[in-house]
C-alpha cells in the first residue's frame, strides 16, 4: 500500500477564497482524522470518522471549516472563505480500531496571504 | 475529557547519552493506548511504540521504551544511547478504546549535539 496520500503538498491562496484539501486513506482503515499543527497550538484534532461517517468534530474552529468522507477511499477538508490565521500544515491520518497505530500523510503546508 | 500534557518544549542531549521525555495524561476512561511519534524536521509523522493501558510490561522498541506508570498517569519516553538523528519533535499522544478519538500533546524538541 502506498500509505495515506494528501493533495496537495503546498497550497498558497489569497483570502477569501476556497481552499480544498484532499486525503486518500490506507485500504481497509475504517478511521480517518484531521489535524492542524502550528507552531502555537501544536497537533490539533478537528475531526475523525469513522467508516465514513463524523464521530466528533468539535474541533473543527469555527463554520468555515468542513469536512466530507463521501466513501472508504476519499475525504476532504474544505475551508470557505479561507482566512490569513489558517495557514498551517495539515495532516490526515488513518487507522484501524483503537489499539493499533495511525498512520500519517505527508500533510498539506496550507498559506493564506 | 481526555488531555495530554508535555511540559518540555525543548531539551538537549549529548549524544550517546539517554533521555527521557516527559508525558502525562487525562481520561476518565478505563481503557486506552498511549503512543509516541516522531517529528524530524522534514515534517513526516512517524509512529514510535504503543503501550495499551493495561499492559502490565513497558513497551519497548529498539532504543525505545516507554516508562509507563498509570496512577500517576505518566507514559514517559526514554531513547537511550542518542543519535544525530534522534533531533527531532516528539509527540504523545492517546487513544481511548471507548470513542477511539485520538489525541496529542504539543510535543517536544529534541536536539542532540556531539
Known amino acids: 500500500d502506498a500509505g495515506v496520500i494528501q493533495s496537495p503538498r503546498h497550497e498558497v491562496t489569497e483570502m477569501g477564497q476556497e481552499v480544498t484539501l484532499r486525503c486518500k486513506p490506507i485500504s481497509g482503515h475504517d478511521y480517518l482524522f484531521w489535524y492542524r499543527q502550528t507552531m502555537m497550538r501544536g497537533l490539533e484534532l478537528l475531526i475523525y470518522f469513522n467508516n465514513n461517517v463524523p464521530i466528533d468534530d468539535s474541533g473543527m474552529p469555527e463554520d468555515r471549516f468542513s469536512a466530507k468522507m463521501p466513501n472508504a477511499s476519499f475525504s476532504t477538508l474544505k475551508i470557505q472563505p479561507s482566512e490569513p490565521r489558517d495557514s498551517a500544515v495539515y495532516f490526515c491520518?488513518?487507522?484501524?480500531?483503537?489499539?493499533?497505530?495511525?498512520?500519517f500523510g505527508q500533510g498539506t503546508r496550507l498559506t493564506v496571504v | 475529557a481526555q488531555k495530554i500534557t508535555q511540559t518540555q518544549p525543548g531539551m538537549f542531549v549529548q549524544e550517546k547519552e539517554a533521555v527521557t521525555l516527559d508525558c502525562t495524561y487525562d481520561?476518565?476512561?478505563?481503557?486506552?493506548?498511549l503512543f509516541w511519534y516522531k517529528q524530524p524536521s522534514s515534517g513526516e509523522m512517524i509512529f514510535l511504540i504503543y503501550q495499551g493501558s493495561y499492559d502490565q510490561q513497558n513497551a519497548t522498541e529498539g532504543r525505545y521504551s516507554l516508562n509507563f506508570q498509570k496512577a500517576r498517569k505518566s507514559a514517559n519516553l526514554v531513547i537511550s544511547a542518542s543519535q544525530l538523528g534522534d533531533s527531532a519533535m516528539y509527540f504523545c499522544a492517546m487513544r481511548s478504546y471507548n470513542t477511539d478519538k485520538l489525541i496529542f500533546g504539543t510535543g517536544t524538541r529534541l536536539q542532540v549535539f556531539p
Open positions: 481520561t476518565s476512561d478505563p481503557s486506552y493506548g
Open positions: 491520518a488513518s487507522s484501524t480500531r483503537a489499539g493499533t497505530e495511525a498512520f
